[in-house]
């Protein structure tokens, strides 16, 4: 099995990530809602991960660094926790539904949402972002890489483009673990992880990075281990933002596979992008196949065969040459109108895919062309 699909979830966890998750695992313990010595034990390697991840991302504080489930949740937290009736917010067609859900549904209660469109060459820019700003926006809201093309606007120039005053939002799912992201450097107020992708995590697993200024009211309510007296929420971080049982196991995944990125992010990072060339250019060399996507360090390559459904290929690639692949629209929606597909198949490699693959798959794909009707 070739799996390239690692845009939706890393397919090979270090040995490291897989050793920690099965001891955290075996512990079966409620981290930090008992005062026995193993709750105790567990409740410090948490802390010990959001330690981990406030250096890693540059947070101000271990306590601005929540865990979620996945970057949904983190997305869904910092939108609807941050944004209500009479507020204005700048978004882009690049965004994953993630992101234009939650502000679709608060269309319904008031809150006004602009578009920043791609350019000529398929491209955000900060100047496009920065024109839908007025004095009335209250937050940007924009990804740090396509997870359809694989596309990165310059997130520090549109903190520079846009007011001080105006939030940034940031979805993180297929840049974090790839390249590195600075909240602090950035002037990211919010940055909003996935663990299971390139982290390196476990399924399960998130988290929602924040700024000192940036202080989201909850949007779940419930069992903290702290103020058990108090029926409201507590009114500090992390509690505030994270009702229920934590998933032990996820969140020691994700502090693990940080900690592995720690010393091997750009031999990662410059891995990928030598992979994603080798793909783009076997790709380039067949006149049935467009591509969507340049070169980038997330290993996002997207292309349609012409005249052939996505779904039809990905299908063919799977049965008949067990190669995994993601097609359709990626749940991006408003960016595949505005490249004026209708489905695309993503290839989407790790750092731990190997040229032998990479071959391996042009070659089906050649095959496969023939085969899909």
Do not use: W
Request: with cysteine; aromatic share 6%; charged share 15%.
């Amino acid at each position: 099995m070739i799996y390239f699909d690692n845009a939706a979830t890393s397919g090979h966890l270090p040995q490291s990530v897989i050793t920690a998750t099965s001891a955290a695992l075996r512990a079966g313990v409620n981290a930090g809602r008992s005062g026995h010595a193993l709750s105790l034990a567990c409740a410090e390697r948490v802390y010990a991960a959001r330690k981990i991840l406030q250096a890693f991302f540059g947070a101000p504080s271990a306590e601005k660094v929540v865990f979620t489930k996945n970057c949904t949740e983190a997305l869904n937290i910092a939108i609807l926790g941050t944004l209500g009736e009479g507020d204005s917010v700048v978004t882009t067609v690049a965004e994953h539904n993630s992101v234009l859900r939650p502000l679709e549904h608060l269309k319904g209660r008031g809150v006004r949402v602009r578009y920043a469109h791609l350019d000529k060459s398929g491209n955000l820019t900060s100047r496009a972002v920065a024109s839908l700003v007025d004095r009335n926006t209250k937050a940007v809201i924009v990804t740090l890489a396509s997870n359809v093309t694989g596309i990165a606007p310059d997130i520090a120039a549109v903190r520079r483009a846009i007011p001080k005053s105006c939030l940034l939002i940031c979805d993180g799912a297929q840049a974090c673990g790839h390249v590195p992201v600075n909240i602090s450097e950035l002037g990211i107020d919010a940055l909003a992880v996935a663990g299971h992708k390139g982290l390196l995590g476990v399924q399960g697993s998130g988290a929602l990075i924040m700024s000192e200024r940036f202080n989201p009211s909850p949007i779940m309510y419930g069992g903290t281990g702290s103020e058990s007296l108090n029926i409201n929420m507590p009114a500090f971080y992390p509690d505030a933002l994270e009702a229920g049982t934590l998933n032990y196991p996820a969140v020691i995944s994700m502090g693990e596979g940080a900690l592995y990125l720690k010393t091997r992010l750009y031999e990662h990072r410059d891995r990928l992008v030598y992979l994603t060339d080798m793909l783009l250019e076997g790709l380039s060399k067949m006149p049935f196949i467009k591509v969507y996507s340049g070169t980038n360090p997330y290993g996002i390559v997207a292309f349609e065969v012409c005249g052939k459904s996505s779904e039809a290929v990905a299908d063919v690639l799977s049965r008949d040459y067990s190669v995994c692949v993601r097609a359709g629209y990626h749940c991006a929606p408003l960016m595949h109108a505005a490249l004026g597909t209708s489905g695309l198949v993503r290839a989407s490699l790790s750092a731990f895919n190997t040229e032998n693959e990479v071959e391996y798959f042009l070659r089906a794909l050649a095959q496969t062309a023939g085969q899909v009707g």
